[in-house]
């Protein structure tokens, strides 16, 4: 199957300071892009849906102005948490999608803030 | 609104025992419906995938899942389990209406393989 390359795979940062993951189609062209957000022993909560070259799409409650999402290209989406806060800590997933219905997804985040 | 229910957060085999976890759907339309795995601290791995074809799925790893539209239900199965099945299984919709279509996932079961 195609591969979906999450970056970085863990990150800790200060209480305040803004973080950037990073989410790529290594071996396709992703049209969409989700981002999930996963709380311990949870399942997976959609946070937005982004496509090439237009504003993403975000669920009900979620912060846009917390939560950036860009995603300039057909490889590459990023996820900006904005001013951190420990409740932002969590594990987040991306996952990309061509044409069609199946989802890859990538190798998820481990975000701390502390 | 479609939703899917996975009955037992967490499920306990024996290895070589028969693995069942269950997960019901709820949709107005025709579904597809899928089974995720996820290791801890990774990303979700696809096991098989219902898109209106066969009714009975096979999978990766010797997982299969069969599609009963009677039941609502898409329950994952593997015959004899085995050490490295252990892990969190997600249960997930959605539908073949156009592109960015969001699936919608179960609350997972947590299998356990016992020796």
């Known amino acids: 199957g195609a591969v979906v390359s999450q970056h970085p795979s863990w990150v800790i940062c200060k209480s305040g300071t803004s973080v950037k993951i990073e989410c790529r189609s290594l071996?396709?062209?992703?049209?969409?892009m989700f981002w999930y957000r996963q709380f311990p022993k949870q399942s997976l909560m959609l946070m937005a849906t982004?496509?090439?070259?237009?504003?993403?799409?975000?669920e009900q409650g979620v912060e846009k102005d917390k939560f950036l999402i860009n995603h300039a290209s057909l490889t590459l989406s990023t996820l900006t948490v904005t001013s951190a806060h420990p409740e932002d800590s969590s594990f987040y997933i991306c996952?990309?999608?061509?044409?069609?219905?199946?989802?890859?997804f990538g190798q998820g985040t481990r975000l701390t803030v502390v | 609104a479609q939703s899917v229910t996975q009955l037992g957060s967490h499920v306990s085999v024996s290895e070589g025992a028969l693995v069942l976890l269950r997960c019901n759907y709820s949709?107005?339309?025709?579904?597809?419906l899928f089974w995720y795995v996820q290791y801890p601290n990774q990303g979700l791995q696809l096991l098989l995938k219902?898109?209106?074809?066969?009714?009975l799925v096979k999978g990766i790893n010797g997982f299969e899942a069969e599609f009963k539209k009677s039941e609502t239900s898409f329950h994952l199965t593997k015959p004899s389990a085995h050490m490295s099945d252990a892990a969190e299984y997600f249960c997930?919709?959605?539908?073949?209406?156009?592109?960015?279509?969001?699936?919608?996932f179960g609350t997972g079961t947590q299998l356990k393989v016992e020796l």
């Open positions: 996952s990309a999608r061509v044409e069609g219905i199946e989802a890859f």
């Open positions: 071996d396709f062209q992703a049209t969409t």
């Open positions: 982004s496509n090439e070259g237009s504003k993403a799409t975000y």
């Open positions: 949709s107005s339309v025709p579904p597809y």
């Open positions: 219902y898109t209106s074809a066969a009714t």
């Open positions: 997930a919709v959605t539908f073949p209406t156009g592109g960015g279509n969001k699936l919608t």
